[in-house]
T-cell receptor, first 110, second 119 residues
């Protein structure tokens, strides 16, 4: 069945560092791909999405490109801030079914 | 448009008791999914309801049940609580059209969660 694998955390970075969180997926067809973010004490928030190959989702300085050839949807940000500290989840949706990765905890230090 | 709301936000129960959690989806959303989140197991899918019918179910014991009302609000119930049921319970809604012409999107919008502590 469909599945999502994302890099294990935790990830600790200094402020203004470059961020990459890897995500790869397995799907039978053409899924939609998502990144969600969960701040402490809150539910998950949709961060960005891409619905077809080569689409780039972006929001709040974060970007991810839907790469069908490598079945990947890596999350990137050029300069992280302390306020980006959170847990990030990669997810896919296909045939009205949703699959989440295990989550990657990011801590950004001043 | 109001987001997904969950009540109560925090709950403390004793082993053996039962608990009911409530979720109100975004207006117009007919699909409601429930998840259990724990530090050890991560985010685990419990079940999904669409138009008052359970559409999908995860791998949880029968002590976990749910239902959905005609206004799309959903409740989940856990009976005979165990210490291991302590978790953040998240509800998510989506604008899903099953077999109905028109737009449909399965991206999920989450509520803030209910933090359940079992002592």
């Amino acid at each position: 069945g469909d599945s999502v694998t994302q890099m294990e955390g935790p990830v600790t970075l200094s402020e203004e560092a470059f961020l990459t969180i890897n995500c790869t997926y397995t799907a039978t067809g053409y899924p939609s791909l998502f990144w969600y973010v969960q701040y402490p004490g809150e539910g998950l928030q949709l961060l960005l999405k891409a619905t077809k190959a080569d689409d780039k989702g972006s929001n709040k300085g974060f970007e991810a490109t839907y790469r069908k050839e490598t079945t990947s949807f890596h999350l990137e940000k050029g300069s992280v801030q302390v306020s980006d500290s959170a847990v990030y989840f990669c997810a896919l949706s296909e045939d009205n079914d949703m699959r989440f990765g295990a989550g990657t905890r990011l801590t950004v230090k001043p | 448009k109001a987001g997904v709301t969950q009540t109560p936000r925090y709950l403390i129960k004793t082993r053996g008791q039962q608990v009911t959690l409530s979720c109100s989806p975004i207006s117009g959303h007919r699909s409601v999914s429930w998840y259990q989140q724990t530090p050890g197991q991560g985010l685990q899918f419990l079940f999904e309801y669409f138009s008052e019918t359970q559409r999908n179910k995860g791998n949880f014991p029968g002590r976990f049940s749910g239902r959905q009302f005609s206004n799309s609000r959903s409740e989940m119930n856990v009976s005979t609580l165990e210490l291991g049921d302590s978790a953040l319970y998240l509800c998510a809604s989506s604008f899903l059209n099953m077999g109905i012409a028109g737009p449909s999107s399965y991206e999920q919008y989450f509520g803030p969660g209910t933090r359940l502590t079992v002592t």
